[in-house]
């Protein structure tokens, strides 16, 4: 009997697993897994970019890529289906929604002096956005390669819950490093819902309503299998 009961209770943890399996399988293509911040490591790819043709590193600042994640979370929606992306705030735009929404104080608002943006239907891992998004022709090469540039700022976001088009932004100032784009709040500024912006070591987040119908289809099938082992014993 002993034997039997073991056996059964092996069947019903092998069925779980097998359950579980399929559930997280239909759901798992709909999710993109991000971890870190990809807005740094853009930044750091477009340093070392940099410094491979002798040309100073740029300071990563946090008042300037909230503001490139401001720039593309206003650019949503407008990403064509060939990947093309049209899309331009008013000037006013920055000193007026993008600055104050970070909390960078306006008085420290620098000189922008270039941007690059781009948008991909898929999730490209940074060194493909790199270069096959934000460094794709001789102009933007030459823009990130530009000597007077002593600042940059990254922003990134995706449009629906996990899902594309993701949409990206590279600020560059040549104004003086260090002292311009300053968060209120000892430094904080935003703690982004969405996307997320280089400088800080907020890890992206694209929000929980994916992920919790995933757990919604996982938990019923776990406490099952939990109450019929119980029973058996």
Request: proline residues 3%.
């Amino acid at each position: 009997m002993m034997v039997n009961k073991l056996r059964c209770c092996q069947w019903i943890a092998l069925s779980c697993l097998i359950t579980a399996a399929v559930v997280f399988s239909k759901h798992h293509d709909n999710i993109v897994v991000i971890a870190g911040n990809p807005a740094n490591d853009i930044v750091d790819i477009i340093n070392k970019n940099r410094t491979s043709q002798s040309l100073s590193q740029l300071n990563n600042s946090p008042g300037l890529g909230c503001i490139a994640l401001q720039y593309v979370e206003q650019c949503k929606g407008n990403c064509s289906r060939n990947n093309t992306l049209s899309c331009r705030p008013l000037e006013v735009d920055f000193t007026e929604i993008f600055a104050p929404n970070c909390g960078v104080e306006l008085p420290t608002f620098g000189t922008l002096s270039g941007h690059i943006v781009g948008c991909q239907h898929k999730y490209l891992k940074p060194s493909e956005a790199f270069s096959h998004l934000l460094v794709r022709d001789k102009r933007s090469l030459s823009l990130l390669r530009n000597k007077t540039h002593t600042e940059v700022g990254v922003g990134l976001i995706g449009s629906y819950k996990h899902k594309g088009p993701y949409f990206w932004c590279v600020l560059f100032s040549d104004s003086q490093a260090n002292s311009t784009f300053a968060l209120e709040d000892l430094g904080q500024g935003i703690k982004q819902k969405k996307g997320c912006y280089s400088g800080t070591s907020f890890s992206c987040s694209w929000g929980h309503k994916n992920r919790g119908v995933y757990l919604n289809n996982i938990w019923p099938i776990g406490v099952y299998c939990f109450y019929v082992i119980i029973l058996l014993h």
